[in-house]
Structure formats: structure tokens, C-alpha cells
């Protein structure tokens, strides 16, 4: 049976509780906020069952992917509401027009994120941007693979543990089934994200991006607008308090520093990421708009990349990832984190607000600069 002895082992993809025949594994809310199995003993027949399909005990080799581009939507508003270069909504777009279902992440009406389906163009709309923040899966691998045994089209997209989670979860390859891993930094806590929100004592909230790009795809802003589509928050990325300690490593899920699903083990059929480095590579497609870096990791992710009506150039892998480490390395686990969810358990959420945003090094500006 699971049994978590040490948290950076779980990477809460829900796959257990999911698959569990007596319906015996549910997930608790953790002091930090993240969701972990808990298995009731007197329920359990040890089948073993959850241990064979967890993504964090059955690792897959790291593997390279068989074609990679640099990519971009040709409808600017759709790569205006994307955090990229649109290429997610693209692909979805297809995929609704074959029949099929995308499962994405969304907000709910608490600012809460959970993934879902759709079945409609109009309904990706909520899938559209980054959210910072670990999303909660629910039945969606259930849900997945009733579609897949009614013979529907699906498109599932999530982080790349949560894509090796559903592989695991279905321990079979479906013809019908095409899944997207978004690469990430890492899924910051839940609980931080609640509280911080609540913090900024906001009223009638609208619309929250995690990734304004009207300030730039480079120097993008956590921007916050009401009902009326108004601003009424917003903050460059490098002073917002949140994304501070996002990018700091501070509020991340332990798995994530080290990540079992990275560097292709997730068996993706496509991997979609931000294109930093663009200008270094194909500065033609470079507008500060956004771009994205998008790979076929297996034959049926390679040709459906190819049957899209997108901007594309095709482009070198290991050249590409020189500006993309999260594609296939862990985040560091920082020593200040320990101090965080210390200061965190007395303070509460003021230890978030109270980051204070770090003074770069002038020799490193320089640096930055040079290198840009």
C-alpha cells in the first residue's frame, strides 16, 4: 500500500486514490497545503494496485524528443489571453473539431484551480494562461478513460507529473488519446495561494492572470481585474509577493525538487513551454508577444504537430533547452525554505508579505545583458 515516509515521493497526482478498487485512499490537506494519500487500513486488501501506478516509484527513462519548433498562434487574441506563443489552444482547437475532449486547469468560482473538460472552442477559453498554483485533479483520470473506452478523442494537458500520473493510471496506450505536458518551474502551494488572495481584500474579481503579458511576454505582471474587466491589481512580476516567492523556490511542492517527470519520462506526446532564448535562435519570430517551444516526443505527438496552421520553424533540442532548464531539471531546493514554513507556522501569511525583492549583483546585470 503508499505510505509516504517522505513527501518529495509524492507528487499528488491523485492516481492512487483514483485507481484504488476498494475505494480505500483519499488525499489530506499537508501544514504547507498540498494534497497527500492517507489509506484506511481496515479497507485495504493489499493488492498493491496503487504502488504499481504511482509515477514517483515507477520512473521512466529520460528520453529526447523526436522533433522540436519554435511556434506561435497566427490569431494575435488568442496569443494575447495565452501565456505563450498560443500553441495549446491551437492543438485544442483540433481536437474539438474531430469530436473529441480536452481536459485542462481552470479557476473555479473561488480562484481555486481544478482540472476539467470541455467540449466546446468557447470553453477553452478558461484553460488559457499559467496558473501558479498546484491544481487539484479530482476523477479526471477516471473521466479520461471512459471517453478513451467510448472511442472519443482526448486531449489531457497538465504538468508533466500529472501526464506520467494519468500513463500510469491507464497502463495501456490508447490510439485515441493525445496528452500535453506543460513544462514548470514547479506547483507552488495552495494554501499560500488562498491565503495570499485573500490578503489583497478584493472585491468582484473577474479575471486573475498569473501572466499579464501587456507589459511584455519578458517583463509580464500578476494583473487582477473585476467584473467589468477592470484593473484592480496589479503588480510587475518581480515585485509581486507571490510570484517572489515562487521564483524562489520558497512555496513549492517537495516533488518538485526532484521532479519524476522531466526530461521526457512523462511519455508526453507533445511538451509546450515558454521559448526563452528565441532571440538567440530565431529572432524572426521574436516580438516579446510570447513564443513557444513546442516538441513531438512520440510518432502520434510528431504528426499532430505537423497538421497544424500555426508559425512554426523547425529548431535544434539541445541548443533550445540552454534558456529552458525546466524542461529538463528539477528546481533547486533552496535552504530559506525551511525558514519560510517556520516563519509561516508563527506569522502566518505575513511572512509571504514581508519578501522583500532581492538587489542583483551589478556584475550579474552586466552579465544578463551581454548574454540577452
Not at 8 to 20: L, R, S, Y
Request: with cysteine; aromatic share 10%; proline share 3%.
Amino acid at each position: 500500500m503508499i505510505q509516504i515516509l517522505d513527501k518529495h515521493n509524492c507528487c499528488g497526482c491523485n492516481a492512487c486514490v483514483q485507481k484504488c478498487p476498494k475505494q480505500c485512499i483519499s488525499m489530506y490537506e499537508d501544514e504547507e497545503g498540498f494534497l497527500y494519500p492517507i489509506v484506511d487500513f481496515d479497507k485495504c486488501i493489499d493488492c498493491h494496485l496503487c504502488e504499481k501506478i504511482c509515477p514517483c516509484l515507477n520512473q521512466e527513462e529520460s528520453q529526447e524528443p523526436l522533433s522540436c519548433y519554435a511556434a506561435k498562434n497566427t490569431d494575435e487574441e488568442i496569443r494575447k489571453q495565452s501565456s505563450s506563443g498560443g500553441i495549446f489552444t491551437a492543438i485544442a482547437e483540433r481536437v474539438i473539431a474531430e469530436g473529441g475532449v480536452v481536459f485542462g486547469a481552470c479557476f473555479d468560482n473561488n480562484w481555486q484551480v481544478f482540472h476539467t473538460c470541455v467540449e466546446t472552442k468557447q470553453g477553452l477559453a478558461a484553460f488559457r494562461g499559467s496558473k501558479y498554483v498546484q491544481s487539484q485533479l479530482g476523477e479526471t483520470f477516471k473521466q479520461t478513460e471512459s471517453f478513451l473506452k467510448e472511442g472519443r478523442k482526448v486531449l489531457f494537458s497538465g504538468t508533466p507529473c500529472q501526464i506520467s500520473g494519468l500513463n500510469h493510471y491507464l497502463r495501456k496506450k490508447y490510439n485515441n488519446l493525445l496528452t500535453i505536458e506543460i513544462v514548470c518551474h514547479g506547483v507552488p502551494s495552495p494554501k499560500i495561494w488562498r491565503e495570499y488572495l485573500e490578503s489583497l481584500n478584493l472585491m468582484n474579481i473577474g479575471h486573475i492572470s498569473h501572466k499579464d503579458k501587456s507589459t511584455g511576454w519578458r517583463g509580464y505582471s500578476f494583473t487582477i481585474k473585476n467584473i467589468a474587466n477592470k484593473v484592480i491589481f496589479t503588480e510587475r512580476a518581480g515585485d509581486n509577493k507571490y510570484l517572489m516567492a515562487f521564483v524562489r523556490n520558497l512555496t513549492l511542492r517537495p516533488s518538485c525538487f526532484s521532479c519524476p517527470a522531466k526530461a521526457g519520462k512523462s511519455r508526453a506526446d507533445i511538451t509546450l513551454a515558454d521559448y526563452w532564448g528565441i532571440e538567440h535562435f530565431v529572432p524572426e519570430m521574436d516580438d516579446n508577444k510570447g513564443s513557444s517551444f513546442i516538441c513531438g516526443n512520440t510518432q502520434n505527438g510528431k504528426a499532430f504537430i505537423k497538421q497544424l496552421n500555426i508559425q512554426m520553424e523547425q529548431v535544434d533540442y539541445q541548443k533550445s533547452i540552454y534558456y529552458n532548464s525546466c524542461i529538463f531539471k528539477s528546481s533547486n531546493e533552496p535552504v530559506e525554505r525551511l525558514q519560510f514554513w517556520s516563519g509561516y507556522k508563527c506569522q502566518g501569511i505575513k511572512v509571504l508579505l514581508s519578501l522583500k525583492r532581492k538587489k542583483q549583483n551589478i556584475l550579474k546585470r552586466v552579465i544578463k545583458r551581454l548574454f540577452r
